[in-house]
């Protein structure tokens, strides 16, 4: 990629990065394209779809929550690593409202620009999940699937207005359904 367009695709980024928080995953791309000073065509020239928009904002988020996966695998509690995984899972897709809709309809379609990201977060999720298992921490009648499924409903839950002030009570019943009698010594913020 030339300088200047890597500079534009950096630009657009950024400036989607803040449009698409203060209005979420339904955010105007025209919108996107104005603020950045661009064309609608740049923006598709970079970002062909809403999802591969979606995928470039959230790319480098799940690549980090995958790194911290991998970091966690050789925790000491297993237990507490998948409890704090889940957590940073769930606060990261809470920072753009609607995300979470998004993410879900990629598991299905295999052929989403999202599709991989999630796909690999999933795996990563469901390694700690087996960790966790092994040590008799964690329910065994739940994959990779189902945490996903879990960490998406708790994230959807916090794009709910009425519904912000019980979110932590809500995660920590979702945890302690999760794990077994004490896996975790404390799974509170």
Known sequence: ?????KKNYEHILTIANVV????GADASLRDIARRA???????YRHF?????????????????????ACELETADSPGDALVSWLREVVTFTGIYQGVVTVMVEAMEDTESALHASC????????????RAQSRGLARTDMN?????ALAAALAWLGDQPSSVPRAEHVFSIIVSAILTNGASSDFKA
Request: aromatic share 4%.
């Open 1 to 5: 990629m030339r300088s200047d367009a």
């Open 144 to 148: 990779g699937d189902d945490l996903f």
């Open 48 to 68: 062909p779809t809403r999802e591969a928009l979606l995928d470039a904002l959230l790319r480098a988020g799940f690549d980090e929550l995958t790194v911290k």
């Open 119 to 130: 796909i690999t977060l999933r795996e990563a999720g469901a390694r700690l999940l087996v």
């Open 20 to 23: 698409v928080t203060e209005h």
């Open 37 to 43: 000073g661009v064309g609608l065509g740049t923006l």
